[in-house]
């Protein structure tokens, strides 16, 4: 671990996570002052310190950012966007269970799959057109995946940490999915 | 500031930080200042979101400074309290007076 670079995990997954416009910014205080509290205390206290500022740091963001004056613009074009991952997920899940019978395990090792790319997909067209509708499309995914949950919309039973994952990691292939291409991008990987 | 319209506690404390900062200040030095005098151990997300909408509302203004190694190549956002945002903390500072004066008798020290 570097001392410019520090907790390199922590400062991707925050700057894909995190909306508004002051996120680099905020980053860079976080990581300054890391690099500080490294020289004044230990490296596991500097950590502890970073994470727990980061992940306070969340909420206050999102709620800023939906708060922000184009948010009717964003709101809409991840409600398209969701409208569109909806219908590639229904077309995906119909062709799997033509394939497999529901409570076979190709079927409940695909389902994830399919949920999982379909929002990363998702995330990638909502960042593309509008900077803020991610974080409103992530919202929408978990909202639609607790209300699923909480109304056993599942008809094969399945242990709660499979229902706990796709409520977490759900959101997370949304938010995560645009900056991991943007990274690919840079490096020339893809187009 | 409009008329009524005061400025909220973080609000508050924040355009206080800035004018301590005497000059321009990025959101850590706000929050290692508000934490030192005040002992609030707020979130920099708390601190960028507040600088964020006092600087919709004018009373703040921001530009990007150059990035350093020490930021992990990342650039400062740095702010400063514009004329607008003076106003509204004599007007905020003024009304707290106003409405704490003559309490002292009651409350002891407020």
Same mark, same amino acid.
């Given at each position: 671990?570097?001392?410019?670079?520090?907790?390199?995990?922590?400062?991707?997954?925050?700057?894909?996570?995190?909306?508004?416009?002051?996120?680099?910014?905020?980053?860079?205080?976080?990581?300054?002052?890391?690099?500080?509290?490294?020289?004044?205390?230990?490296?596991?206290?500097?950590?502890?310190?970073?994470?727990?500022?980061?992940?306070?740091?969340?909420?206050?963001?999102?709620?800023?950012?939906?708060?922000?004056?184009?948010?009717?613009?964003?709101?809409?074009?991840?409600?398209?966007?969701?409208?569109?991952?909806?219908?590639?997920?229904?077309?995906?899940?119909?062709?799997?269970?033509?394939?497999?019978?529901?409570?076979?395990?190709?079927?409940?090792?695909?389902?994830?799959?399919?949920?999982?790319?379909?929002?990363?997909?998702?995330?990638?067209?909502?960042?593309?057109?509008?900077?803020?509708?991610?974080?409103?499309?992530?919202?929408?995914?978990?909202?639609?995946?607790?209300?699923?949950?909480?109304?056993?919309?599942?008809?094969?039973?399945?242990?709660?940490?499979?229902?706990?994952?796709?409520?977490?990691?759900?959101?997370?292939?949304?938010?995560?999915?645009?900056?991991?291409?943007?990274?690919?991008?840079?490096?020339?990987?893809?187009? | 500031?409009?008329?009524?319209?005061?400025?909220?506690?973080?609000?508050?404390?924040?355009?206080?930080?800035?004018?301590?900062?005497?000059?321009?200040?990025?959101?850590?030095?706000?929050?290692?200042?508000?934490?030192?005098? !005040?002992?609030?151990?707020?979130?920099?997300?708390?601190?960028?979101? !507040?600088?964020?909408?006092?600087?919709?509302?004018?009373?703040?203004?921001?530009?990007?400074?150059?990035?350093?190694?020490?930021?992990?190549?990342?650039?400062?956002?740095?702010?400063?309290?514009?004329?607008?945002?003076?106003?509204?903390?004599?007007?905020?500072?003024?009304?707290?007076?106003?409405?704490?004066?003559?309490?002292?008798?009651?409350?002891? !020290?407020?």
């Amino acid at each position: 671990m570097s001392r410019s670079s520090p907790l390199p995990f922590a400062c991707w997954l925050f700057e894909s996570v995190l909306p508004g416009p002051y996120r680099e910014a905020m980053l860079g205080d976080l990581v300054e002052e890391y690099t500080l509290r490294i020289d004044s205390t230990s490296s596991f206290t500097a950590s502890i310190w970073f994470w727990s500022q980061a992940c306070r740091s969340v909420p206050s963001m999102i709620r800023s950012s939906l708060r922000s004056r184009n948010c009717f613009i964003s709101l809409s074009v991840a409600t398209g966007i969701y409208l569109f991952i909806e219908m590639l997920k229904f077309a995906a899940d119909f062709t799997i269970s033509k394939l497999f019978a529901p409570g076979q395990s190709a079927h409940v090792v695909l389902a994830p799959i399919v949920f999982l790319l379909a929002n990363a997909i998702g995330g990638c067209v909502a960042a593309r057109i509008r900077r803020g509708a991610p974080t409103f499309l992530a919202l929408l995914v978990t909202i639609t995946v607790a209300v699923l949950i909480d109304l056993k919309g599942c008809s094969i039973p399945v242990p709660w940490w499979y229902q706990f994952g796709f409520l977490t990691l759900g959101p997370l292939s949304v938010l995560v999915a645009p900056a991991f291409l943007g990274r690919l991008k840079q490096r020339g990987l893809v187009m | 500031m409009k008329r009524g319209e005061l400025l909220g506690s973080l609000e508050h404390i924040i355009l206080l930080a800035l004018v301590r900062a005497d000059g321009d200040a990025h959101g850590m030095i706000v929050r290692r200042e508000i934490e030192q005098r !005040t002992g609030r151990n707020i979130s920099i997300g708390a601190v960028y979101a !507040t600088l964020e909408r006092l600087e919709e509302k004018g009373y703040v203004s921001s530009f990007t400074g150059q990035p350093t190694p020490q930021r992990g190549g990342r650039a400062k956002r740095l702010f400063r309290v514009e004329a607008a945002g003076k106003r509204a903390l004599q007007i905020s500072g003024q009304t707290i007076r106003s409405m704490t004066a003559g309490l002292k008798d009651r409350w002891g !020290t407020i």
